[in-house]
């Protein structure tokens, strides 16, 4: 029996293929198989279109693996499993297998849990991960605000952990990257204006894509329909260095 492959998460960057590193590009030069996540069966995938963008060939037999947008944990384990034993097929052919993130597959990415359920059922499985540059790393370059300076303390949050949570940690860092604001926008930019900090706020969504749009007076928002790839930075200016700001 030969010995089994090695999965690999491959970073892709958040959109623009400029930012794919050279180990990711080595990668899928490689004649390793590529897997890539879709959400559906006849759904696109945006790793596979950031590869696509890039000028590499998409290899005929590249394989899509279905996980869900659902919160269903009954749901979303059934499709980790599935996914898992489609990659094991090929693993156990002594194939190298690559799994296509867009950002990097250390940050909010599916990849942890594929690899989590592989490594469940068969241990003696290898797994890699190609680091990445992530979406607020790009976005930060894009509208010119750094995350952090000298002493200063940023945290990076997805948004759904709510206002309270949100308003509370705006006094405990210096800047908070909020993602997926989608759901969220009105009431963080109610925050904000509440605040008087929302002059110090930047807007992006789908960062180094065709279609980026990076927004940096965030009160137009207001009305607007958002992507699902979105993220604010927020910096507090009011915030005492080294501890939180008075009210």
Known sequence: MSEPGKLVGVSLGPGDPG???????????????????????????????????????????????VFPMSRDRVVLASAWVKAAHSVLALLHLG?????LVEGDA???????????????????????????????????????????????????????????????????????????VKPMLEQILDLLERRDIIGHARFVEKVGTPVERAIHDVTTLRGQEVAYLSLMLVHNPLRVSGGPRER
């Not at 590529?34 to 998409?58: E, F, N, Q």
């Not at 194939?95 to 799994?99: I, N």
């Not at 200063?152 to 860092?173: R, T, W």
Request: charged share 15%; hydrophobic share 50%.
């Open 106 to 180: 250390s940050t909010y990415a599916t990849f942890e849990h594929l690899a989590r359920t592989v490594r469940s059922l068969d241990p003696a499985i290898a797994v890699e991960v190609i680091a990445g540059v992530s979406s607020y790393c790009a976005a930060a370059a894009r509208v010119g605000m750094p995350l952090a300076e000298q002493d200063d303390m940023f945290a990076v949050i997805p948004a759904n952990y709510g206002i309270e949570i949100i308003d509370h940690l705006l006094d405990e860092f210096d800047t908070l990257v909020l993602l997926k």
């Open 95 to 99: 194939q190298d297998v690559l799994f």
């Open 19 to 65: 930012l794919m590193t050279r180990n990711a590009w080595e990668a899928l030069s490689s004649p390793a198989h590529w897997t890539y996540p879709v959400t559906g069966i006849s759904a696109s995938s945006y790793a596979l279109d950031i590869v696509r963008r890039g000028g590499l060939a998409i290899p005929a037999d590249a394989t899509p693996l």
